[in-house]
């Protein structure tokens, strides 16, 4: 593991809260995701199998590390429901020096069962 991985964004539309929050664990546990928010309400619009559709979603906000980022969207891919779901990695070119060494450790696995708080 680089001493200094990458910080990511990642943004993934979900049915429900409910799914959010089971994915978000599940990243949170496995150390693959120092933080999961979760914006309960969003209206999205997108054409799926040649018609217009509309659905309410929620949004995840996912941070994580360059080194986390394929076990995090297998995971994400294995736990969620649709066939194609949106995941979508942006870098994190700037940030205070704290959170994103916060983000770090509570993505090394070497941290696992630390309680490593921002």
Do not use: F, Q
């Not at 933080?35 to 949004?59: D, F, M, Q, R, T």
């Not at 590390?65 to 429901?81: A, C, F, W």
């Not at 779901?85 to 941290?111: C, F, H, M, Q």
């Amino acid at each position: 593991m680089s001493d200094n991985p990458e910080i990511l964004i990642v943004l993934s539309t979900v049915p429900s809260v409910e799914t959010g929050k089971s994915i978000a664990h599940i990243l949170i546990e496995k150390k693959l995701a120092a933080c999961v928010n979760i914006l309960p309400s969003l209206e999205s619009v997108y054409e799926w199998e040649g018609k217009i559709e509309e659905s309410a979603e929620a949004l995840l906000i996912i941070k994580t590390t360059t080194e986390s980022y394929e076990s995090l969207e297998t995971e994400i891919l294995s736990n969620h429901p649709y066939d194609v779901p949106e995941i979508i990695a942006l870098p994190v070119t700037k940030g205070l020096k704290p959170y994103l060494e916060w983000v770090r450790s509570n993505t090394d696995k070497k941290n696992a069962g630390e309680d490593i708080k921002p």
